[in-house]
């Protein structure tokens, strides 16, 4: 399953299920569920205020501070699915994900199948973003040593 092994690739996501009128957040070891009313009788989501909340306050509880970078956020659509989701489905769980503060968001149909499988990102890894930070800087003093010269040569 496409889900399982993403899941494994990025151990920092989470985990939203979206059932009718309920949201299951998996991550790390903790699953957290809210209730309430955003399903219609054809559609799983109805009401977009009253899901995004619903999201919103889920990510909140596993988001330890603001230093700590937005998350990779995995939805996956569990009911009302049986003619597979539209494009405004898609759009709308999207838009619910990136609304919630995910700095990725990725969709998966109820057997766990990415719906759009160009889009994942490959796995964060600290050392290139240590290097990356530390050739930034290194540019950085390079721009201001240059300038001093040029100042003090003039």
Request: proline residues 4%.
């Given at each position: 399953?496409?889900?399982?092994?993403?899941?494994?690739?990025?151990?920092?996501?989470?985990?939203?299920?979206?059932?009718?009128?309920?949201?299951?957040?998996?991550?790390?070891?903790?699953?957290?569920?809210?209730h309430a009313n955003f399903s219609?009788?054809?559609?799983?989501?109805?009401?977009?205020?009253?899901a995004e909340n619903v999201l919103h306050k889920l990510m909140k509880q596993t988001t330890a501070g603001m230093l700590q970078p937005a998350p990779y956020l995995f939805i996956q659509a569990m009911e009302r699915t049986e003619a597979g989701l539209t494009f405004v489905e898609l759009r709308a769980l999207r838009e619910l994900g990136f609304n919630s503060g995910a700095s990725f968001v990725?969709?998966?149909n109820e057997q766990g199948k990415l719906l759009e499988p160009d889009q994942?990102?490959?796995p964060y890894n600290p050392t290139h973003f240590k290097l990356l930070v530390s050739m930034t800087i290194g540019v950085i003093l390079l721009i201001l040593v240059l300038g001093l010269i040029h100042f003090l040569s003039s």
């Open positions: 399953m496409a889900l399982q092994q993403d899941l494994v690739l990025h151990p920092n996501a989470r985990l939203v299920q979206i059932y009718v009128d309920r949201m299951l957040l998996s991550y790390a070891t903790k699953q957290i569920t809210e219609h009788l054809r559609s799983l989501i109805d009401n977009f205020a009253v990725a969709i998966y994942l990102p490959k």
